[in-house]
């Protein structure tokens, strides 16, 4: 059972971990923590919600703490062969999502980067499914603000 | 507009994102299943360990265990004493012309039963026992408390038999003999765990016997005829006093379970 939910999970949680930490081995490192906080208290998890959700949690918590001890690395702070060739052109974008405010990004990444619904997202955040719903409007118009501003700057 | 085109950037850059996976992906889960697997074998352990442990029934059967042997001898030789003293020693302790002789004797003798046996309390929270105590489930507290309660019981229900026993042989009713009894008892026993919470060992036992000549002097003075508490006119004072005396050994039980607490806390702070 255990194992099954670990390699269902484990690639999403990873690259969730990804998008917030920008390194891949720290995000793997996030990420093999997230799965060993949840072995170690599977015994003790009642499964209320959706088991994904609680593991989001978890690395949420995760993250958050991995902040909590350091700055956050900014893509210019991390080593060129680290960050992935591939997604080189939409670097810029999701350096605007980590600029956001930590609420705002945090609801941005769930609903488009791990492509969450509303409702599990209000649940991973625990807060209320409108208060969810605003989060990832308001980060969108920031962003799309960041964006016009960008290119106001570019073109001028 | 400006929105639903950030909305296709964010989609395109979360696209892109789900190539990428972790590198040791395979070997990072045989991790986890092994670090699993271990914390399942030492939790059946932890089980086993737990039932081996048993309820707090074993627990308290343990400690009664563990009381010293010679807690018990000292129970014996105090009723072979008491029954003895009831019977035919009184008056050549005392003095024929000593009419309170067996009611100082019945107050005299239940503080001994206390003091007797204060030490195999002290026993558990003595710096060289503390090692042992530490690694067992329940906690210093809980021995100390266990081991109270279980000489407490002891002690009432020998008191309470011997008293009945030797009724018949004493002129004065049931309740004011259990009072004579139990006054001096519980005024020794209030004193004892003040002293509890400063000694332990071979202080407190020389406290404690120090405290018994004072008790004893005091009471016998107290017998003779210019005093006389044990004519029934003093009886209201003997209960006010031992109302007095377990209100204030409850205080005191109060501040030593207090002391403990904080005791196991520094320990335990110290250990981590």
């Known amino acids: 059972m255990l194992e099954k939910i670990i390699r269902k999970y484990y690639d999403e949680i990873f690259r969730y971990c990804y998008h917030h930490v920008e390194s891949r081995s720290l995000a793997e490192d996030l990420c093999q923590d997230t799965f060993l906080s949840f072995i170690e208290h599977y015994d003790e998890y009642h499964p209320i919600g959706k088991t994904k959700n609680y593991l989001y949690t978890i690395a949420k918590n995760k993250c958050r703490d991995y902040y909590k001890k350091k700055a956050p690395i900014f893509m210019e702070n991390v080593p060129e062969q680290e960050s992935d060739k591939c997604i080189e052109e939409s670097v810029i974008i999701k350096q605007m999502v980590m600029s956001l405010p930590e609420e705002l990004g945090e609801a941005v990444m769930l609903r488009y980067f791990q492509n969450m619904q509303y409702k599990d997202i209000a649940a991973i955040l625990n807060i209320k499914l409108s208060l969810a719903k605003y989060r990832v409007k308001r980060g969108v118009e920031l962003l799309s603000a960041m964006e016009g501003g960008a290119h106001g700057t570019t073109k001028n | ?272």
């Open chain 2, 1 to 272: 507009m400006g929105q639903r085109k950030t909305e296709k950037r964010l989609k395109q850059y979360a696209a892109a994102c789900r190539k990428i996976v972790p590198e040791n992906r395979e070997s990072q889960i045989q991790e986890l299943l092994r670090v699993e697997k271990s914390l399942q074998t030492k939790a059946i352990a932890m089980d086993s360990v737990s039932y081996t442990r048993g309820t707090l029934w074993d627990f308290i059967l343990e400690q009664i265990g563990y009381l010293g042997k010679y807690c018990f001898i000292w129970q014996i030789a105090w009723i072979v004493f008491f029954c003895y003293m009831m019977r035919h020693g009184v008056t050549d302790l005392f003095g024929e012309n000593n009419g309170n002789a067996v009611l100082t004797a019945v107050s005299l003798m239940p503080p001994l039963l206390i003091l007797l046996t204060v030490e195999e309390v002290t026993k558990v929270y003595q710096r060289s026992m503390l090692e042992i105590e530490y690694a067992t489930k329940y906690s210093l507290r809980s021995a100390v408390m266990i081991r109270m309660l279980v000489l407490c019981v002891m002690h009432s229900l020998i008191l309470v038999i011997c008293i009945l026993c030797q009724h018949s042989g004493i002129e004065a009713n049931m309740g004011r003999i259990l009072v004579y009894g139990f006054t001096p008892m519980t005024v020794i026993t209030a004193l004892l765990f003040k002293l509890m919470q400063h000694w332990q060992g071979q202080l407190l036992r020389s406290a404690s016997a120090g405290l018994y000549v004072l008790t004893a002097g005091l009471i016998m003075v107290g017998s003779t005829e210019r005093f006389n508490w044990y004519q029934p006119a003093y009886l209201k004072v003997w209960c006010i006093v031992c109302v007095i005396g377990i209100a204030s050994g409850v205080r005191q039980f109060v501040r030593l379970n207090g002391k403990l607490a904080s005791y196991e806390m520094i320990v335990q702070c110290g250990s981590d």
